[in-house]
């Protein structure tokens, strides 16, 4: 692994986080509608990965204690970022390793053609494009996002400010 730089985290960078677990959750279940399976599974994952690591971004604090913390957080995968809120106590699904191979794979297919191609003859028979199984994923997603809310408006001082980051006035409405 290459060195990288440690970065620096902003109230508007959390935002854009929540925003993005909010706004990729609807355009999945747009998807899903839709009868777009594969597209409604990929953006469910991206939704699910802005949540975690936003959750990680927001308990530095708590894993610099544990030895945890990695200063460049944006650069772990699903897996890792769904590993460590699990290890941390913020994931308490008991089916989370499920869930996150069956969206970081959905993920991987929908952009990797040959990692489909690949997929479709190791595994035939199975149909990624069947729908059974989205809602229990995207209430597993919705709880995640509903948890970094939480910590966003754990993380407020009584006054409404935030000690080390800012958090915009729309992020303050969906807490």
């Known amino acids: 692994m290459c060195a990288r730089d440690a970065e620096d985290w902003s109230g508007e960078d959390l935002d854009a986080l929540l925003d993005m677990a909010m706004v990729t959750a609807k355009e999945s279940q747009r998807c899903h509608h839709a009868g777009a399976t594969l597209g409604a599974m990929a953006f469910l ?44 106590g913020w994931l308490s699904e008991p089916a989370h390793q499920a869930v996150v191979q069956a969206l970081h794979k959905a993920r991987i297919l929908a952009v990797h053609p040959g990692a489909y191609v690949r997929w479709q003859r190791n ?22 996002t509903a948890g970094l809310a939480a910590a966003l408006s754990q993380s407020l001082e009584p006054n409404g400010n935030q000690s080390s980051l800012q958090v915009s006035k729309g992020a303050q409405d969906l807490i």
């Open 45 to 88: 994952a991206a939704s699910f990965e802005a949540a975690l690591l936003g959750q990680v971004i927001v308990r530095e604090g708590e894993l610099r204690v544990a030895g945890r913390w990695d200063p460049a957080p944006s650069y772990l995968h699903l897996p890792e970022l769904a590993a460590l809120g699990h290890e941390m």
């Open 123 to 144: 595994e035939p028979g199975v149909d990624l494009f069947d729908p059974v199984g989205y809602e229990a994923l995207l209430g597993v997603v919705s709880r995640a």
